[in-house]
């Protein structure tokens, strides 16, 4: 499958089974980017416009993020 025919794919889902996918791949495609320190500052301005977009108060996430960190010290959802 090439990424053409996945993207394609993944367009034609539900948003909630979209949202399901992300949720489950995220955390182990994320693991495995951020060993590249370059491709890591190429992800971080697309998420930090994807907050702008959604109105998220960046110390509300802040704040969360300091939530989940003190439940999770990794951060992220256990494999």
Known sequence: MTPEDLS???????????????????P????E????????????PVFFELLQQ?????QQLLRMAGLFSMSNPAGLKEP
Do not use: H, W, Y
């Open 8 to 26: 394609s794919a993944l367009r034609n889902l539900d948003s909630d089974s979209r949202k399901a996918l992300l949720l489950e791949i995220m």
């Open 28 to 31: 182990e495609l994320v693991r």
């Open 54 to 58: 959604s109105g998220l108060d960046p």
């Open 33 to 44: 980017a951020i060993q590249d320190q370059t491709f890591l500052l190429q992800l971080f």
